[in-house]
């Protein structure tokens, strides 16, 4: 049955019937210098195939060694997320046929991960969810495959190339033990799980984090059982989310998918899936696995690792700080109350708000453009705000205009169109669209005199002392100078020429 035959069930209406499972397992790729194996360089956008050698490829007689910054950084990532980290822990071969498994097999780590039993707590609404950290572990990525034809996927493509250029490239993979309890609120947790555990890693400096660049890729497990049953339904697992936005729609999406089929009498199949971002919908993509089919066994020639107790609390050392506490230190010395700073973490601009203000700008400022003009632009576009191509430093420029009286708001988001059209830097933009506010003494007077004229009951109401109704004119006059007069000298000008 496709998804756009089955039947939906109201997402209010799931909730009065079932209690959702959700689980999600997040891949962070590594900015190590080198692959995890093999000392081929992991730089992004290579030409295909040139970032390869016989270990990655899989050669016969090609021997692997294990990447040391690539455990460094899974270590880290292990105690902040609060886990217990292992004092003794193998590879091991996961087994199975693909084309972008040049071994046919992953090496990855299967009942000895190095780090496991932590917990992340997340705030969603003021409510605190603690999802608990079943495990992290160490792997490798696959390589890249693309499938040439009208759909872009394998079933009807005219062919298939593979780029062997990521295969190699150092993965952690985090995995939750299943969250319970979140109700209705099921989506935004996962949400707000993926969004505050991308910061985690931005923090730490082990990987970029970029959704847009697979840097970091969600898959998310979903299962719903009738309210009261103790026992977890069959999961579904959606691969590779890859946006906070798409992560809430696919639990959202699913849950409803469910609840269709098991109203209908139906099972639900354990099968991984795929989200479009265009319709909001998933898909069927192959019936799920379960681990013993993947024939693990320790990897031979690697051997255990085994991270001194030393160095591990060498490496807690070197940890950022913990993001609910960061969250309440910057909430104070903003001044911000609790909805907005709910409201910033939400609309995942904690980051970017913070650098903007680091760079000069007020707090309520950076928020004011991140949390209003930027987001909804992002709304409209159906991306991500961090992924609109504004960065801090132009908001920020953009501000220091603001605040120096060269732009005001409306001429700001002028400037903002030109940026997220990449007409240039601000200076540029507003040179090539003619923006800046005018202060001219002569050209503004030259403007009152004509807005005087042409609105001489106003006029006569400011000359009898009724000041307030300078407004009128002001937006006469700004009118006609299309917003850009500086406001403050006109309503000087007004007072100065008819009090």
């Not at 991308?198 to 890729?217: F, K």
């Not at 000041?467 to 309503?491: F, P």
């Amino acid at each position: 049955m496709s998804a756009t035959t089955e039947t939906l069930v109201d997402f209010d209406e799931v909730l009065t019937r079932y209690e959702p499972a959700l689980g999600l397992e997040v891949h962070v790729e590594l900015s190590t210098a080198t692959k995890m194996f093999c000392g081929c360089s992991t730089a992004f956008g290579g030409e295909p195939n040139t970032q390869v050698c016989p270990t990655c490829l899989g050669l016969p007689g090609s021997m692997p060694a294990v990447n040391k910054g690539g455990v460094e950084a899974a270590i880290r990532i292990g105690l902040a997320l609060n886990c217990e980290i292992a004092e003794w822990c193998r590879f091991a071969r996961k087994n199975y046929f693909y084309p972008d498994m040049p071994k046919n097999f992953q090496t990855s780590q299967y009942d000895e991960p190095i780090a496991f039993e932590g917990y992340m707590d997340v705030d969603v609404d003021g409510e605190t969810f603690r999802v608990g950290i079943e495990r992290a572990h160490m792997e490798e990525d696959t390589g890249k495959s693309t499938h040439v034809g009208v759909t872009g996927r394998i079933q009807g493509a005219d062919y298939s190339l593979v780029d062997y250029n990521r295969a190699g490239i150092p993965l952690i993979e985090i995995v939750t033990k299943p969250i319970t309890g979140a109700g209705a609120k099921a989506p935004e947790v996962a949400r707000a799980y993926v969004q505050q555990l991308r910061e985690l890693i931005v923090a730490l400096g082990v990987s970029e984090a970029r959704m847009d660049q697979g840097n970091l890729r969600a898959d998310v497990n979903l299962s719903l059982a009738p309210i009261g049953t103790e026992k977890l339904g069959t999961r579904t697992e959606t691969k590779n989310v890859n946006s906070f936005r798409s992560v809430e729609r696919a639990v959202r999406f699913e849950m409803s998918r469910h609840a269709g089929v098991l109203d209908a009498g139906g099972s639900i199949l354990q099968e991984t899936r795929h989200f479009h971002e265009d319709s909001g919908i998933t898909t069927s993509g192959r019936e799920k696995s379960d681990a013993e089919d993947y024939r693990y066994f320790p990897e031979p020639d690697l051997v255990p690792v085994a991270p001194s107790r030393e160095w591990v609390e060498e490496l807690r050392g070197t940890l950022p700080e913990n993001p609910t506490a960061k969250r309440a230190r910057l909430q104070a010395e903003w001044g911000f109350s609790d909805l907005e700073m709910r409201d910033t973490v939400g609309a995942g601009a904690l980051g970017l708000v913070e650098e903007t203000i680091a760079l000069g700008a007020a707090p309520q400022a950076a928020r004011k453009w991140w949390l209003g003009e930027m987001a909804r632009r992002a709304n409209d576009t159906g991306a991500e705000i961090a992924e609109l191509g504004v960065s801090p430093a132009d908001v920020a420029a953009v501000q220091k205009l603001v605040d120096a009286g060269t732009l005001n708001d409306k001429l700001a988001r002028q400037v903002f169109d030109g940026l997220l059209a990449g007409e240039g830097t601000p200076d540029e933009i507003i040179a090539a669209r003619g923006l800046g506010i005018v202060s001219d003494d002569g050209a503004l007077s030259a403007a009152v005199d004509k807005a005087i004229e042409a609105n001489p009951d106003v006029a006569d109401k400011i000359r009898d002392g009724k000041v307030a109704a300078a407004g009128a004119l002001i937006g006469a006059v700004m009118k006609e100078m299309r917003g850009q007069a500086d406001a403050g000298k006109v309503r000087e000008l007004i007072l100065a020429k008819l009090t």
